[in-house]
């Protein structure tokens, strides 16, 4: 397993965790050998939004004796008062359930996820309320680690982390979503047919740079797209994606720690840390990318075709790090700052020979990106 630093949070978790959605009704025994496999495998973190109690015993049976092995981020609003999977801003139902789940694994949930962040009433129901208090009460209390929140919606997601309150967030990433045209809601995705834009969505790309300068650690949802993307019939894509290609893209996006693969028994659990000793050429996803008709020229997008570069520049994280500083030049964070700095070669070494560019599928001025990325970093350093 490889492990990620998960924001600002202490906290290392392999980039593949489990989610355990489509474990739910099924045998105990079924649930076992699936977490079982996920932990033997390395994973360290299993999400547990489901708000069942029968799911929830039974994943906190299968990791009892290990419970330290394993990390759970678990969903403070979600219910099934209808007998499904339901939202709750009323604060005893919230921590009614919340509670229960608190019990059952044990008196701790490392990582409090506060329930489907999409809109802006639900932002209001969350901020302006007390359920955020009440998220601060568990950590204070020692009841949760970290507090976080999920979202599929860039525009809100963007106005949960400026508050600064929470550390992670949970989010739908796949190259169809990031390419959903802005404004819709992407939720429909899964009901109606498939439209993706000629552009990737700024607001998502822009979320996740966020995401890194503020130190929220991201962990994936929907990372496969509900197995539309891996589907000949259902694809936007020309052809279908590999799960390998929808982790690794996934992966490639700033502040993304750990992609939560849902697997309903050890046979998916096994093709997911497939990932894990894959190639090169078996994670690249580019052709997606490049033959889809959308416009990512001029774009980086953490691809790494630029490499090997002779001056053993990391030309991705580079970018990356140059992304986040863009978003406020006059307010680079010191870990970010840092991090450039202390690479073994950035974009002070870059000799400008330019057999990155010719490598790279989008066309990305990649020696003027170092020399900005010098610039940028130089200059904050003598302010």
Known sequence: MQYRELGRTGRSVGVIGLGCEHMDQKPYENVKKTIHAAMEGGVNLLDVFMPGREIRENIAKAIAGRRGDVMIQAHIGATDIGQQYDISRDLPTV???????????????????????????????????????????????????????????????????????????????????????????????????????????????????????????????????????????????????????????????????????????????RNALCYLTATDQERDFTPFLTSSGRDFRGSCVYCNHCQPCPAEIDIAAVHRYLDIAKLDENNIPLSIRSHYHGMNNNGNQCVACGNCENRCPFGVPIADNMREAERIFRRADQE
């Open 95 to 269: 921590r009614r359930y919340f509670e229960d789940c608190l019990r059952i694994f044990g008196g701790y949930i490392d990582f409090g996820m506060i329930f489907f962040v999409d809109r802006e009433e639900d932002y209001q129901a969350v901020f302006q309320t007390g359920l955020i208090e009440y998220a601060q009460k568990l950590k204070e209390k020692g009841d949760i680690g970290h507090i976080g929140f999920s979202s599929h919606n860039p525009v809100t997601a963007w106005q949960v982390v400026e508050t600064g309150l929470v550390e992670t967030m949970m989010f739908s990433v796949n190259p169809a979503f990031d390419m959903y045209p802005p404004g819709k809601d992407i939720l429909d995705f899964f009901d109606e047919g498939i439209e993706v834009s000629l552009f990737p969505d700024p607001k998502r790309a822009a979320l996740y740079t966020l995401c890194e300068q503020k130190g929220v650690g991201v962990t994936v949802m929907k990372a496969l797209g509900a197995g539309k993307l891996l589907s000949p019939e259902h694809t936007p894509f020309k052809k279908p994606m590999t799960v390998t290609q929808c982790v690794h893209y996934a992966l490639s996006r700033p502040a993304a720690a750990s992609v939560l693969v849902g697997c309903k028994d050890p046979e998916e659990v």
